[in-house]
Protein backbone atom coordinates (compact mmCIF):
# COMPACT_ATOMS: atom_id res chain seq x y z
CA UNK A 1 0.00 0.00 0.00
CA UNK A 2 1.08 3.30 -1.11
CA UNK A 3 -0.08 6.59 0.31
CA UNK A 4 0.13 9.70 -1.93
CA UNK A 5 0.19 13.43 -0.56
CA UNK A 6 0.80 16.39 -3.21
CA UNK A 7 1.86 20.01 -1.80
CA UNK A 8 3.08 23.11 -3.30
CA UNK A 9 0.35 24.27 -5.46
CA UNK A 10 -1.16 27.47 -5.60
CA UNK A 11 -2.29 30.43 -7.47
CA UNK A 12 0.90 32.00 -10.21
CA UNK A 13 0.88 34.42 -12.76
CA UNK A 14 1.97 33.29 -16.52
CA UNK A 15 5.40 33.23 -16.79
CA UNK A 16 6.34 31.66 -13.05
CA UNK A 17 7.77 28.98 -11.98
CA UNK A 18 6.12 26.39 -9.30
CA UNK A 19 7.46 23.00 -7.91
CA UNK A 20 5.35 20.47 -7.31
CA UNK A 21 5.70 18.00 -4.28
CA UNK A 22 4.21 14.35 -3.88
CA UNK A 23 5.48 12.61 -0.69
CA UNK A 24 4.97 8.99 -0.14
CA UNK A 25 4.00 6.52 2.46
CA UNK A 26 5.12 2.93 3.06
CA UNK A 27 8.75 1.48 2.13
CA UNK A 28 8.30 0.34 -1.05
CA UNK A 29 7.75 3.72 -2.93
CA UNK A 30 10.75 2.79 -4.59
CA UNK A 31 9.71 0.01 -6.29
CA UNK A 32 6.90 1.85 -8.42
CA UNK A 33 7.21 4.28 -11.72
CA UNK A 34 5.36 7.59 -10.29
CA UNK A 35 3.77 9.69 -12.51
CA UNK A 36 2.38 13.50 -12.75
CA UNK A 37 -1.32 14.06 -14.13
CA UNK A 38 -3.76 16.79 -14.50
CA UNK A 39 -7.61 17.80 -14.85
CA UNK A 40 -9.02 21.19 -15.65
CA UNK A 41 -12.44 21.42 -15.03
CA UNK A 42 -14.54 19.84 -17.62
CA UNK A 43 -11.82 17.65 -19.37
CA UNK A 44 -10.25 14.26 -18.92
CA UNK A 45 -7.28 13.39 -16.19
CA UNK A 46 -3.95 14.10 -18.90
CA UNK A 47 -1.00 12.59 -18.48
CA UNK A 48 1.99 14.93 -18.11
CA UNK A 49 5.20 13.20 -17.11
CA UNK A 50 6.45 9.74 -15.87
CA UNK A 51 9.55 8.50 -14.43
CA UNK A 52 10.95 4.87 -13.47
CA UNK A 53 11.73 3.61 -10.68
CA UNK A 54 15.35 4.30 -10.07
CA UNK A 55 15.27 7.89 -11.77
CA UNK A 56 16.66 6.84 -14.76
CA UNK A 57 13.88 7.02 -16.71
CA UNK A 58 11.32 9.81 -17.64
CA UNK A 59 8.94 10.78 -20.32
CA UNK A 60 6.93 13.97 -20.95
CA UNK A 61 3.20 14.64 -22.82
CA UNK A 62 4.30 16.70 -25.47
CA UNK A 63 2.07 19.97 -23.93
CA UNK A 64 4.93 19.87 -21.19
CA UNK A 65 8.07 18.70 -22.90
CA UNK A 66 10.73 21.54 -22.14
CA UNK A 67 8.79 23.18 -19.67
CA UNK A 68 8.12 20.76 -17.03
CA UNK A 69 10.56 18.70 -15.23
CA UNK A 70 9.92 15.05 -13.30
CA UNK A 71 12.21 13.82 -10.74
CA UNK A 72 12.27 11.88 -7.45
CA UNK A 73 14.38 10.99 -4.12
CA UNK A 74 13.83 8.01 -3.06
CA UNK A 75 15.16 8.73 0.06
CA UNK A 76 13.39 10.60 1.05
CA UNK A 77 10.07 9.27 -0.66
CA UNK A 78 9.08 11.84 -2.93
CA UNK A 79 8.93 12.72 -6.16
CA UNK A 80 8.59 16.35 -7.73
CA UNK A 81 7.22 18.33 -10.70
CA UNK A 82 9.58 21.68 -11.48
CA UNK A 83 7.25 23.83 -13.86
CA UNK A 84 8.31 26.60 -15.56
CA UNK A 85 7.13 29.42 -18.07
CA UNK A 86 3.63 28.42 -16.72
CA UNK A 87 0.51 29.86 -18.94
CA UNK A 88 -3.27 29.83 -18.22
CA UNK A 89 -4.15 26.86 -19.83
CA UNK A 90 -2.04 24.82 -17.53
CA UNK A 91 -4.51 25.96 -14.77
CA UNK A 92 -5.92 22.38 -13.28
CA UNK A 93 -5.76 20.06 -10.17
CA UNK A 94 -2.38 18.23 -10.33
CA UNK A 95 -2.05 14.70 -9.39
CA UNK A 96 1.05 12.68 -8.46
CA UNK A 97 0.35 8.15 -9.19
CA UNK A 98 2.35 5.29 -8.60
CA UNK A 99 2.09 2.64 -11.32
CA UNK A 100 4.41 -0.20 -12.80
CA UNK A 101 5.88 1.59 -15.83
CA UNK A 102 6.03 4.47 -17.31
CA UNK A 103 4.46 2.73 -20.22
CA UNK A 104 1.44 1.85 -17.76
CA UNK A 105 1.43 5.76 -16.37
CA UNK A 106 1.17 6.72 -19.85
CA UNK A 107 -2.17 4.84 -20.52
CA UNK A 108 -3.38 6.26 -17.25
CA UNK A 109 -3.08 2.45 -15.47
CA UNK A 110 -2.01 3.15 -11.92
CA UNK A 111 -1.70 1.60 -8.88
CA UNK A 112 -2.43 4.75 -6.04
CA UNK A 113 -3.18 8.41 -6.77
CA UNK A 114 -2.92 11.49 -4.21
CA UNK A 115 -5.40 13.57 -3.62
CA UNK A 116 -4.26 16.51 -6.03
CA UNK A 117 -3.14 19.87 -5.63
CA UNK A 118 -4.57 22.84 -7.36
CA UNK A 119 -3.00 25.38 -9.23
CA UNK A 120 -4.30 28.14 -11.27
CA UNK A 121 -2.09 30.25 -13.22
CA UNK A 122 -3.65 33.99 -14.51
CA UNK A 123 -2.93 35.77 -17.17
Avoid: H
Avoid at 70 to 89: C, F, G, H, W
Wanted: include cysteine; hydrophobic fraction near 35%; glycine fraction near 12%.
Amino acid sequence: QVQLAESGGGLVQAGDSLTLSCAASGRTFRNYAMGWFRQGTGKEREFLAAISWSGGDTYYADSVKGRFTISRDNAKNTVYLQMNSLKPEDTAVYYCAAGSTIASMMRVDVNYWGQGSPVTVSS
